[in-house]
Nanobody
Framework: QVQLVESGGGLVQAGGSLRLSCAAS????????MGWFRQPPGKEREFVAA????????NYADSVKGRFTISRDNAKNTVYLQMNSLKPEDTAVYYC????????????????WGRGTQVTVSS
């Protein structure tokens, strides 16, 4: 079992930055690849970024490439999402999730989910 708790969301102006954190419980955190998804108002949940268990590989949605950076600290059981140059269309509830699958961008591949943190970007 892995429990995930996101934090760091908030209200920011366009062009600003936020850093999301996802704290995981359980001693097997380093066994999982970790992903970030987001759900904009009235839309489906979508893939944002993912990182391998070792932190050496990552993948990003085209919409966030060059602006967002995913990282992890296995000693702290935490994964991060640094978000720069935020846009109003980044407004969403952001979720972190854990997976043992190689299909990182597929929502159904993830075994565990956090409850999400709201990010609102004003224009």
């Amino acid at each position: 079992q892995v429990q995930l708790v996101e934090s760091g969301g908030g209200l920011v102006q366009a062009g600003g930055s936020l850093r999301l954190s996802c704290a995981a419980s359980g001693r097997t955190f380093s066994s999982y690849a970790m992903g970030w998804f987001r759900q904009p108002p009235g839309k489906e949940r979508e893939f944002v970024a993912a990182i391998s268990w070792s932190g050496t590989r990552n993948n990003y949605a085209d919409s966030v490439k060059g602006r967002f950076t995913i990282s992890r600290d296995n000693a702290k059981n935490t994964v991060y999402l640094q978000m720069n140059s935020l846009k109003p269309e980044d407004t969403a509830v952001y979720y972190c999730a854990a997976t043992t699958s190689a299909l990182w961008s597929v929502r159904s591949s993830y075994n565990y989910w956090g409850r999400g943190t709201q990010v609102t970007v004003s224009s």
